[in-house]
């Protein structure tokens, strides 16, 4: 992009006219790849637009302006460094205020905000805010880069994840930051009861202590044990695909069951959906099991063996739900809110699968272990199903789970759940018609007083070509203290080169009891955790614990970096490259770089060179405005992750440095004559000042002067009652006869300034009789006041009307402003024969 004329003007310090937009491109910007970087070191470079009058050379009171700072990022190196943009808002609430929500920063940028100028905070506080930032962790040079950090090994850490911390959920930040979050399982309302682990940190997340309450009303969460929402026995996770911050998960109340919404990127309550009453007898809503999506709603099962249904995108109850029992009740008595459900729920296309327990003298109706079907289509009982099918042989008999299963393909074909009782674990599985499957053999190897629990499935490359593989969590009995069974469904058979079970003897010595894992697609690992409270990792591939993987995904669109709406920004993308690690330490034969758009499709580039980059300049930035890269490593060490050393994927474009920007509304007041804006800011180059730009503000119609002409003649005949301040009489017309045939007539001409701001270079118009505009001269009139101009002139015909007018400009307005012209003004000079001539009025 050309540097233009404004931009020299901007970079030699002068106003910009507001005209002056978009925002003028900073000074080359240094080779995306962060070789060559500029000797001149880094710069800011301010500009400002005006958005409600676009191209308008200066600003009316009540505009709003978008201000625009570029950075750019001039060091000599390519190494990583802090920089923050400071912009405080020069006459913040009294000549300008800011906009709320008009912050907008790069990728990998954070944002803050200011109400005293020097105390940022990270929301918005809207009017009040008197300056805003913007700070990168890992500024580079040239500033046209992402690079999010490659995730470490996850060694096996005793977190603040409390017993029965049940499945993780894994979030990625928007920086890149790695989190686990959990919530303990058949906790009590009150209890405090989620979790955040950073994978990233090895560490607690910040916002601490953990764990938190949950709460149904949305707001930050609590502390202590103050929450109102019971968590149920089996509990699986939603992450809505249009907000993947917004977790939803089943709860429970003591009066209903539902579901509750936890925001995880504000670390705050979202809400909860109330889904089924507690009921009376016979059968009561005391819990349930769930959640999963099919389509835009989430299913569960509630202990009375109804479906439960939210519409995601409204987060209401669908239209009829509860929907009538598939399956038995069970711990349904009334009154015993809050008894568990004992089962679980899984999703196979448009159908969902509920398992069901009913022991004992919990449940209204005690009987053997069960599957049922929903047709999420019809809403109403699946074809081939019509009743529950026997999932275990009698009472004694229970499960935690219902999981899908699969052929051979990979295809889903059906339901299965395994049951605790007998010899050894039972599973039981039937096809979507309801026939009956053959049932995996993997967890036949354990005893049968073994808790197993519903599985992590990943369908991935392996060497031997794509699989799908089922990991299942087990403790107890044969279990001992916590293992993993892999069954390989291509296969259908145990996963080959996977131990059965496999121990985890290096996380906290083998204690783990594990519930549940969450695969990370990126790294290739599994992320478990248990009754232990034990966060560890395991290779999928082989059960090595920890996982020896690494990697990181980021998303790089170039046109996110700008926001003063021009074109021309961007030139092309550059490379992906791993940065602060040993390559030696790499299996790069084992590793990958995947190149994609954003929704998944391949991108074809060169695979991962041995200096660990991945040529992107034959990607044209016109057919694919964004890339996802993913970097999928095998450590052959994990030396390069330290406290002081961060190894990074870093993605590169070509394009100008970046911009932040913010809008204000310019005041109303006519006070305000000019607003102005300076940036400042470090990095690794030293403090930063940016240009100075200041846009004159042009009074509107509500800050004029109000300026009137009155012109008059003296209608007495004697002179000195005609002289400056004399009696007159002053009229619109002298009286017949006074000045006979030829005469002089005695002018005054008023001038009123009724406000609201000053006159400035007034001025008389009077063709006819040019004394009275040389009388006058050139004067300033404030708001409220008045001058009067007296003039003579000799008559050499009569009648004669005489008109005039005044030309002003506004005291406060930019030099140039045309004069503005008041309405005229006549007075009419008499002769003998002036009762045949017509007076002239306004």
Request: hydrophobic share 35%; with cysteine.
């Amino acid at each position: 992009m050309a540097v233009s004329t404004a931009l020299l003007l901007l970079g030699l310090g002068q106003a910009a006219p507001v005209a002056a937009a978009p925002a003028p491109a900073a000074a080359p910007a240094p080779a995306a790849d962060g070789q060559g970087a500029a000797a001149a070191g880094s710069a800011l470079v301010k500009g400002v637009q005006n958005t409600t009058h676009p191209g308008a050379a200066t600003a009316e009171h009540g505009d709003t302006l978008k201000w625009t700072v570029q950075y750019r990022n001039g060091s000599a190196t390519d190494a990583p460094a802090p920089a923050a943009v400071t912009d405080p808002i020069s006459g913040a609430g009294t000549a300008q205020t800011y906009v709320p929500g008009s912050l907008q920063v790069p990728p990998g940028w954070t944002p803050s905000w200011s109400t005293d100028g020097s105390t940022f905070q990270s929301t918005d506080p809207g009017t009040a805010t008197v300056a805003v930032r913007a700070e990168n962790p890992v500024a580079r040079a040239g500033g046209t880069q992402l690079s999010p950090l490659l995730l470490a090994p996850v060694q096996p850490t005793a977190q603040a994840t409390g017993g029965d911390g049940y499945t993780p959920v894994l979030y990625r930040t928007p920086t890149g930051e790695v989190q686990a979050w959990s919530i303990y399982h058949h906790a009590a309302p009150a209890t405090a009861k989620v979790v955040c682990s950073s994978l990233t940190t090895g560490q607690p997340c910040t916002g601490g202590p953990w764990p938190r309450p949950l709460n149904a009303a949305a707001g930050p969460l609590g502390t202590g044990n103050t929450g109102d929402l019971g968590s149920p026995l089996t509990s699986k996770y939603v992450l809505d695909p249009q907000q993947p911050n917004l977790l939803y998960y089943p709860a429970y109340t003591p009066t209903g069951v539902g579901v509750g919404c936890l925001d995880l990127a504000a670390h705050a309550n979202c809400g909860y959906t109330a889904l089924a009453a507690n009921g009376t007898s016979p059968s009561a809503a005391n819990n349930l099991a769930g959640l999963v999506k099919v389509g835009d709603n989430l299913y569960a099962a509630a202990s009375t063996g109804q479906v439960l249904c939210l519409t995601l995108p409204a987060r209401t109850p669908c239209a009829g739900q509860p929907y009538a029992p598939v399956v038995a009740p069970n711990h349904d008595l009334p009154n015993t809110p809050g008894a568990l459900y004992q089962g679980g729920v899984t999703a196979v296309g448009d159908k969902v699968f509920a398992s069901s327990a009913p022991q004992g003298s919990g449940s209204s109706a005690p009987g053997a272990p069960a599957l049922g079907c929903f047709d999420t289509t019809t809403n109403t009982t699946c074809a081939g199903w019509t009743t529950p099918h026997t999932a275990g042989p009698s009472t004694a008999y229970y499960t935690y789970d219902a999981f899908t299963s699969y052929d051979t393909a990979g295809q889903p074909n059906g339901a299965c759940t395994s049951t605790v009782g007998g010899a050894n674990v039972l599973t039981t599985c039937y096809a979507v018609d309801g026939s009956p499957l053959t049932a995996p053999s993997t967890l036949a190897a354990l005893s049968g007083n073994t808790l197993t629990f519903d599985p992590e499935t990943v369908t991935a490359d392996t060497a031997t070509g794509t699989r799908t593989r089922s990991y299942f969590p087990a403790w107890g009995g044969s279990g001992g203290s916590g293992v993993t069974l892999c069954h390989d469904w291509t296969a259908a058979a145990p996963c080959a080169g996977f131990p059965t079970p496999a121990t985890h003897p290096s996380a906290n010595g083998g204690v783990t009891r594990d519930y549940g894992y969450a695969y990370d697609s990126t790294t290739r690992c599994l992320i478990g955790l248990g009754d232990a409270g034990v966060l560890f990792s395991m290779d999928p591939a082989t059960a090595a614990s920890p996982c020896q993987h690494s990697g990181a995904t980021v998303t790089l669109k170039p046109t996110d970096f700008y926001c003063d709406g021009a074109t021309g920004h961007i030139q092309g993308y550059s490379r992906a490259r791993l940065t602060d690690i040993d390559l030696t330490h790499v299996d790069l034969n084992a590793s990958r770089v995947l190149v994609t758009d954003p929704g998944g499709a391949p991108v074809t580039v060169p695979p991962l060179a041995a200096d660990g980059t991945v040529d992107l300049t034959g990607v044209d930035p016109a057919a694919h405005p964004a890339l996802t890269v993913t970097a999928q490593l095998v450590l052959t060490s994990t030396g390069d992750f330290s406290t002081t050393n961060h190894p990074m994927l870093v993605v590169d474009y070509r394009g100008d440095a970046p911009q932040i920007c913010f809008r204000t509304t310019v005041a109303a007041a006519c006070t305000t004559t000019s607003v102005s804006n300076t940036a400042t800011g470090t990095d690794s180059t030293g403090a930063l000042t940016s240009n100075t730009v200041t846009t004159a503000v042009a009074p509107g119609t509500g800050c004029q002067p109000k300026i009137t002409v009155e012109k008059e003649i003296c209608g007495s005949a004697l002179t000195r009652d005609c002289a400056p301040g004399g009696p007159g009489p002053w009229a619109k017309t002298s009286p017949v006869g006074l000045l006979g045939l030829l005469g002089t007539a005695h002018w005054r001409i008023t001038v009123t300034n009724a406000g609201p701001v000053d006159a400035a270079t007034v001025t008389v118009n009077d063709p006819t009789t040019p004394a009275c505009q040389h009388a006058a001269g050139t004067f300033a009139l404030a708001a409220g006041s008045s001058r009067q101009v007296y003039c003579d002139s000799l008559l050499l015909a009569l009648p004669l009307k005489n008109t005039a007018s005044a030309s002003f400009v506004a005291a406060n307005a930019p030099a140039g402003t045309a004069p503005t012209t008041t309405a005229p003004s006549s007075a009419v000079a008499c002769s003998l024969l002036c009762i045949l001539a017509v007076p002239g009025k306004d």
